[in-house]
């Protein structure tokens, strides 16, 4: 079996004003950097996974 994860991107402000993003780099806001660091530790537990997709937008706050 294959598994398969998705990744979207965490909460910015322009989720919370329901605006689109599009291709958009919005910076993350803190509870976007929280949801970012609990990936990151889900990740980090030595799961394997087949394929792993993800956005290639940078997401940093403050950048």
Known sequence: MTRFGLIRHR???????????????IPLNITGL???HALADRLSLGEEW??????????????
């Open 11 to 25: 909460v910015t402000e322009w989720n919370e004003l329901g605006k689109a993003q599009g291709i958009s780099d």
């Open 34 to 36: 929280i949801q970012a």
């Open 50 to 63: 087949d394929i792993i997709a993800a956005s290639d937008l940078s997401r940093i706050n403050g950048q």
